[in-house]
């Protein structure tokens, strides 16, 4: 069974600072991968989708990397802004299935 | 604008009682999907359908019900059964047939047992 893991639960950076934010997986077979944030009280936003046969996809100040051998993914925010505070979650969905598995999430604060 | 709508955003169940969540797509997809989300954890899978008229029980569908009359609509109903039914619900619809492509949420909707 396919679980889903995000360390650590909550960060707090100073803003300006760089920072990773991590999402493991038990099982390597996923069809695709996506991080999400979500704002509290509001439902999810898409920001990366990164395909089984890609290593990495970029937006803007964000990138999200893709290791499936070690079922690892990184989502990577630069320069961050206390714009950036949300619960950022992951979720992988596996071959022959339209279901998504999610982390749990990290909650991000960014300090002026 | 295109999205989706779920409606009430605050709902308050007695003992009980069944309630509806509405959720309502303009997007044209095929897919639709209902989770839930209980303070700091992910998202559970409650009932999804791929097609109008079908639809499968996802990882906790004890306790609730849905149908999938028209395309562009997918109820939630949280029957008396539902023993621990105070959460977040999310609504969410996709394309179909197409590797790689993206999941949208609504805004959600709070349920509350009093």
């Known amino acids: 069974k396919q679980e889903v893991t995000q360390i650590p639960a909550a960060l707090s950076v100073p803003e300006g600072e760089n920072l990773v934010l991590n999402c493991s997986f038990t099982?390597?077979?996923?069809?695709?991968l996506q991080w999400f944030r979500q704002d509290p009280g509001k439902g999810l936003t898409s920001l990366l989708l990164?395909?089984?046969?890609?290593r990495e996809q970029t937006s803007g100040r964000l990138n999200a990397s893709l290791d499936k051998s070690s079922g690892r993914s990184t989502l990577y925010i630069a320069a961050s802004q206390p714009g950036d505070s949300a619960t950022y979650l992951c979720a992988v969905r596996m071959d022959s299935s339209y279901k998504l598995i999610f982390g749990s999430g990290t909650r991000l604060l960014v300090r002026p | 604008d295109g999205g989706i709508t779920q409606s009430p955003k605050y709902l308050f169940r007695k003992e009980g009682q069944n309630v509806t969540l509405s959720c309502e797509q303009n997007l044209n997809h095929d897919a639709m999907y209902w989770y839930r989300q209980d303070p700091g954890q992910g998202l559970r899978l409650i009932y999804y359908?791929?097609?109008?008229?079908?639809?499968q029980k996802g990882d906790i569908a004890e306790g609730y019900s849905v149908s999938r009359e028209k395309k562009e609509s997918f109820p939630l109903t949280v029957t008396s059964a539902q023993k621990n039914p105070t959460a977040f619900y999310l609504c969410a619809s996709r394309e179909r047939g197409q590797r790689g492509n993206t999941i949208y949420f609504g805004e959600g909707s709070w349920l509350t047992v009093v």
């Open positions: 099982d390597s077979a996923i069809y695709n």
């Open positions: 359908s791929q097609i109008v008229n079908d639809f």
């Open positions: 990164i395909q089984s046969s890609q």
